[in-house]
Nanobody, 124 residues
Framework: QVQLVESGGGLVQAGGSLRLSCAAS????????MGWFRQAPGKEREFVAAIDWSGRKQYYADSVKGRFIISRDNAKNTVFIQMNSLKPEDTAVYYC????WGGGASGESAYEHWGQGTQVTVSS
């Protein structure tokens, strides 16, 4: 059983930065591609970013490209997302997800395991 725990959410002003972390309780973390998704109030959950098992390939939604950076530390079983130049429309609950042997898909159905989410609120 893979457990994912997100942290680092909070309230930030527009233009500010936050770094989210997702710790995985699994010995074979390097076998998983990891993704970040978000869900704003009244909207469907959407893809934000993904990273392959090695960390060499990253994928981003157009809405965050150039502002967000996904990375991972396989020695610490953790994936990160650095969020810069935050906008009010980035306000959402952010979820991390794990995809065994995945390549960094953007579709939710590719991911077998999900965290509980962490709230990010960007004030204008």
């Amino acid at each position: 059983q893979v457990q994912l725990v997100e942290s680092g959410g909070g309230l930030v002003q527009a233009g500010g930065s936050l770094r989210l972390s997702c710790a995985a309780s699994v010995r074979t973390f390097s076998r998983y591609a990891m993704g970040w998704f978000r869900q704003a109030p009244g909207k469907e959950r959407e893809f934000v970013a993904a990273i392959d098992w090695s960390g060499r390939k990253q994928y981003y939604a157009d809405s965050v490209k150039g502002r967000f950076i996904i990375s991972r530390d396989n020695a610490k079983n953790t994936v990160f997302i650095q969020m810069n130049s935050l906008k009010p429309e980035d306000t959402a609950v952010y979820y991390c997800a794990a995809d065994l042997w995945g390549g960094g898909a953007s579709g939710e159905s590719a991911y077998e395991h999900w965290g509980q989410g962490t709230q990010v609120t960007v004030s204008s």
